[in-house]
């Protein structure tokens, strides 16, 4: 879509009716987001667009290395692991200060109280934060926490041990994904006081760079930069998460200054986007993985014989011709081939619907049959138009008598729908959290993520056998041989049709410095400035 000078100016203006007087100034780093969080709480969320939000505010123990995925100290200074891989002790950074806001004012600094709080919270269900705001803690269960934790104790104030009662090759790196942003344990104990235990979560306090000031759905999120930060203040005094769903009213805000930096651009502005000497337009291979996934639960899709007809019937090259613009390449396997234990034997799907046709007949489906469709109503790295991927399945399926119902709901429902159980077939993705197979392979695949983010609803036992041995064992030519092994299943079993691996797009104004990409697709700002 191709915009006027005139509708720019009016996206210049809204935005800045957006920011308080004082904020419109260089000290303000504006950022074109895609769309609204779940929640304000870092465990509680299961997207990225919400863990964006989060991350600007809560730190965790460890985080990956800028631009990368090594795990690097961060509330923890040094960590170590016992011979047989069961205990981890963490050794915590001293004088680290919480946030302060009119309902609390922090009494102690960052000790092991919050550690244990903040994980606790997420996994006993006699917990009292157990189930404030939400009982459900997608990313703490699908990673089985859950099955895996024994005890967290705290040694001393700044010693925590984690027990295990098997090896969890990934464990650390878990432990810096953005679910496990630290929570302070006396704000919440003073909320509960006050009989208003949900305050932690509206009124969200943490370690991180930048405290959150207030929150408008559907319009922005502001940040004051927190001075007390442990790393150091941040380099700009303002951050805005300015929410507008729609990838070419971003392009339009970041053309008129209104933005610095924008989310998830249309492929096909690209090209004016290269040549528009006001922008930078970085890039990177992403660590994603773009599918459609059936929805094992409901019948014709318990039929393997429908998944595999449906999979040769959609013509995989045209959606990336089309949607994708040659940014991105087709999807084999569940995994990215960046990752270790790519499996490169395994063959994609023929597009054949002659073939397809006779398969849903020896399926009992002669004349096909009617289903739904779900397509996302936000864009990612991995899905730049989900609608129209949807109506090119749409129109594909329908030469082998499948009527495709198309239906899009909010992003939030979205998600926790999928996670429910709710669709027929959903458009979805995956970018990783840590650069292990097992965060593919389990995590979206794995009997222990049914209610989580194995929205396809597999659970195959030859299957989850293989990433269960494989996310114990310490031996990485062990893993890889296994993690091989379950992606042959998979492709036999076929619960998705796998679609792309992409190249990750960002696209800033070139007054912003220090901007780096994370090939696990997260949006942060400490660190990042703008020059006058």
């Not at 059936?294 to 899709?301: E, G, M, S, V």
């Not at 009992?364 to 936000?378: D, K």
């Amino acid at each position: 879509m191709k915009y006027s000078f005139i509708s720019r100016l009016l996206w210049l203006l809204l935005a800045l009716c957006v920011l308080p007087r004082a904020w419109a100034s260089q000290q303000t780093l504006v950022f074109c987001s895609e769309g609204n969080p779940e929640f304000l709480t870092s465990g509680l969320n299961s997207n990225t667009t919400s863990f964006d939000v989060t991350e600007q505010m809560f730190d965790k123990l460890v985080n990956f290395e800028p631009g990368g995925t090594q795990v690097v100290p961060a509330l923890a200074t040094r960590w170590t692991v016992s011979a047989n891989g069961l205990e981890y002790t963490f050794h915590l950074r001293r004088g680290v200060k919480w946030q302060a806001n009119a309902l609390f004012t922090p009494r102690r600094d960052f000790n092991a109280d919050d550690v244990i709080f903040t994980l606790e919270r997420q996994w006993k269900r006699d917990h009292p934060f157990y189930a404030v705001t939400s009982a459900k803690h997608v990313y703490f269960d699908d990673v089985g926490m859950p099955e895996v934790l024994v005890s967290v104790q705290k040694l001393d104030d700044y010693t925590v041990k984690f027990t295990l009662n098997q090896p969890v090759a990934p464990f650390v790196a878990n432990l810096a994904m953005s679910w496990a942003g630290i929570e302070s344990a006396d704000y919440a104990q003073a909320m509960l006081k006050a009989g208003t235990p949900e305050k932690i979560d509206q009124a969200p306090l943490g370690t991180g760079p930048f405290q959150l000031m207030s929150y408008e759905k559907n319009v922005a999120l502001k940040y004051q930069a927190f001075a007390k930060h442990w790393a150091g203040r941040a380099k700009v005094e303002h951050l805005v998460f300015d929410i507008t769903p729609d990838a070419g009213q971003r392009w339009a805000k970041l053309q008129a200054g209104a933005c610095h930096v924008m989310a998830y651009p249309n492929p096909a502005d690209l090209p004016s986007m290269r040549n528009d000497s006001r922008m930078d337009v970085m890039n990177q291979t992403g660590l994603n993985v773009g599918y459609v996934a059936y929805n094992l639960r409901k019948k014709p899709f318990t039929d393997v014989r429908v998944r595999r007809a449906l999979n040769m019937a959609i013509n995989k090259r045209r959606i990336l011709r089309v949607i994708y613009k040659n940014t991105a390449v087709p999807a084999i396997n569940p995994i990215p081939p960046m990752v270790w234990s790519y499996n490169r034997e395994i063959e994609d799907d023929v597009f054949d619907p002659a073939a397809a046709k006779k398969l849903l007949a020896d399926a009992g489906y002669p004349s096909g049959f009617s289903t739904t469709l779900w397509a996302m109503p936000v864009q990612r790295s991995y899905m730049p138009d989900a609608m129209g991927v949807a109506k090119l399945i749409q129109e594909d399926l329908a030469e082998v008598g499948v009527a495709v119902k198309i239906e899009s709901p909010d992003w939030v429902h979205y998600v926790s729908g999928m996670q429910a159980g709710e669709h027929d077939m959903g458009i979805l993705g995956w970018t990783g959290d840590n650069g292990d197979p097992d965060n593919f392979l389990n995590t979206l695949l794995g009997c222990t993520s049914l209610n989580g983010y194995n929205v396809a609803k597999f659970c195959y036992a030859p299957y989850d056998d293989l990433v269960k041995k494989a996310k114990i064992s310490s031996e990485i030519e062990e893993r890889t041989r296994l993690y091989q092994r379950a992606q042959a299943i998979f492709k036999a079993q076929a619960p998705w049709f796998t679609l792309a691996h992409t190249v990750q797009f960002k696209v800033l104004r070139n007054e912003v410095e220090g901007f780096q990409l994370s090939p696990l697709g997260r949006h942060t700002f400490f660190g990042v400035s703008l020059r006058p």
